[in-house]
């Protein structure tokens, strides 16, 4: 496990993943390399790269990369002198031969994703991040959806397989402060290992909720540069650091390097400025997967329907990440009433 090396928090940068959902997963070999190299000389403890539903989400249903995945993290590894590179996947979309690929090739750390109900899934790909040597994360998404008592139960499944920190994801951007800080609270009371958090700023309360995790105790913390994430993006990096050294708190990132890299690099790479649209602030009313939003956007221009309906639809339904293809389906059938 990384040293915290003088630092009270560490961040992961995951721009280089969630953010593959803002640009349809068209990320290029030398993008990556560029924002690499201006996060890695900002000193940035890790950064997250794969395709935005994990390794091995290239495909029809989650849409296709414009480069493979495996050149991009290989990209990403050769620009590193002192950040780490981590991976995403969720067990059923990714393999465990792409985890070895993805750990040959210089990948430090695993974050293996569950919805939040279904730990039990992730055994076998902790265990073997583990037995590679890797820094391996639980991931729980979609952790608005259950009571705060079954979240301590799958954290606990986690902790149990290996898990050297375990996160509490907002997958839908749907948490309120109060809520996560009840949630930290209590994986901090009942694990022994690191707590982490990951917001969606579909309500405008990313910040506010980050800073209330880092309050009740969680020491990982993800960022976007640029806000550049699924939905209406993730706590913005570069903000999170002003904002942390403001209150004394320790990130080790440079402010004015990782401020001209989201300014210089990041942001002309945007097909638009990530903002809270009337469809991501439904994704996070609704308490919808973020990244269902070019889908649902898609889908309502197909059928002429409003993709507000949509996501209002798939949140009653309570669908998860992983049932993009219903999408489709439920479209279809409200077109035809």
């Keep these: 496990m990384m040293k915290m090396d003088n630092r009270d928090i560490l961040i992961t940068e995951v721009a280089l993943r969630d953010g593959s959902h803002a640009v349809a997963h068209q990320f290029t070999v030398e993008q990556v390399e560029d924002i690499v190299e201006q996060l890695d000389g900002a000193n940035v403890p890790y950064i997250e790269v794969a395709h935005g539903d994990g390794l091995g989400g290239s495909s029809l249903q989650y849409g296709r990369s414009k480069v493979d995945e495996m050149k991009l993290i290989e990209a990403a590894v050769s620009k590193c002198v002192r950040s780490k590179i981590a991976v995403l996947?969720?067990?059923?979309?990714?393999?465990?031969?792409?985890?070895?690929?993805?750990?040959?090739?210089?990948?430090?750390?695993?974050?293996?994703?569950?919805?939040?109900?279904?730990?039990?899934?992730?055994?076998?790909?902790?265990?073997?991040?583990?037995?590679?040597?890797?820094?391996?994360?639980?991931?729980?998404?979609?952790?608005?959806?259950?009571?705060?008592?079954?979240?301590?139960?799958?954290?606990?499944?986690?902790?149990?397989?290996?898990?050297?920190?375990?996160?509490?994801?907002?997958?839908?951007?749907?948490?309120?402060?109060?809520?996560?800080?009840?949630?930290?609270?209590?994986?901090?009371?009942?694990?022994?290992?690191?707590?982490?958090?990951?917001?969606?700023?579909?309500?405008s309360v990313a910040m506010g909720n980050t800073l209330e995790a880092i309050d009740a105790g969680a020491t990982r913390i993800d960022g976007s540069i640029r806000c550049l994430g699924a939905g209406a993006g993730n706590t913005q990096t570069e903000v999170l650091t002003a904002v942390c050294d403001r209150l004394g708190i320790k990130t080790g990132i440079g402010l004015y390097k990782i401020m001209d890299a989201a300014e210089y690099h990041v942001a002309p790479l945007l097909p638009q400025p990530q903002e809270i649209t009337k469809d991501s602030l439904a994704m996070g009313y609704a308490g919808v997967y973020s990244s269902f939003l070019l889908h649902a956007r898609r889908a309502a221009e197909k059928y002429n329907l409003d993709a507000r309906d949509i996501l209002t639809k798939l949140g009653e339904m309570k669908v998860v990440g992983g049932q993009e293809d219903m999408i489709v389906d439920i479209a279809y059938e409200m077109s035809k009433k």
């Design 89 to 203: 996947l969720l067990p059923g979309i990714g393999t465990k031969t792409k985890l070895q690929e993805a750990r040959n090739i210089g990948a430090h750390m695993a974050r293996i994703a569950t919805h939040v109900t279904e730990a039990d899934v992730s055994a076998q790909h902790i265990h073997l991040a583990k037995e590679m040597g890797m820094e391996t994360v639980g991931f729980l998404m979609m952790a608005h959806m259950v009571p705060t008592v079954k979240l301590v139960e799958q954290a606990k499944l986690m902790e149990s397989y290996g898990a050297d920190v375990v996160y509490i994801t907002d997958s839908a951007g749907a948490l309120l402060p109060h809520e996560v800080r009840e949630r930290v609270q209590a994986l901090k009371e009942e694990l022994t290992i690191e707590v982490g958090f990951h917001a969606h700023n579909n309500l």
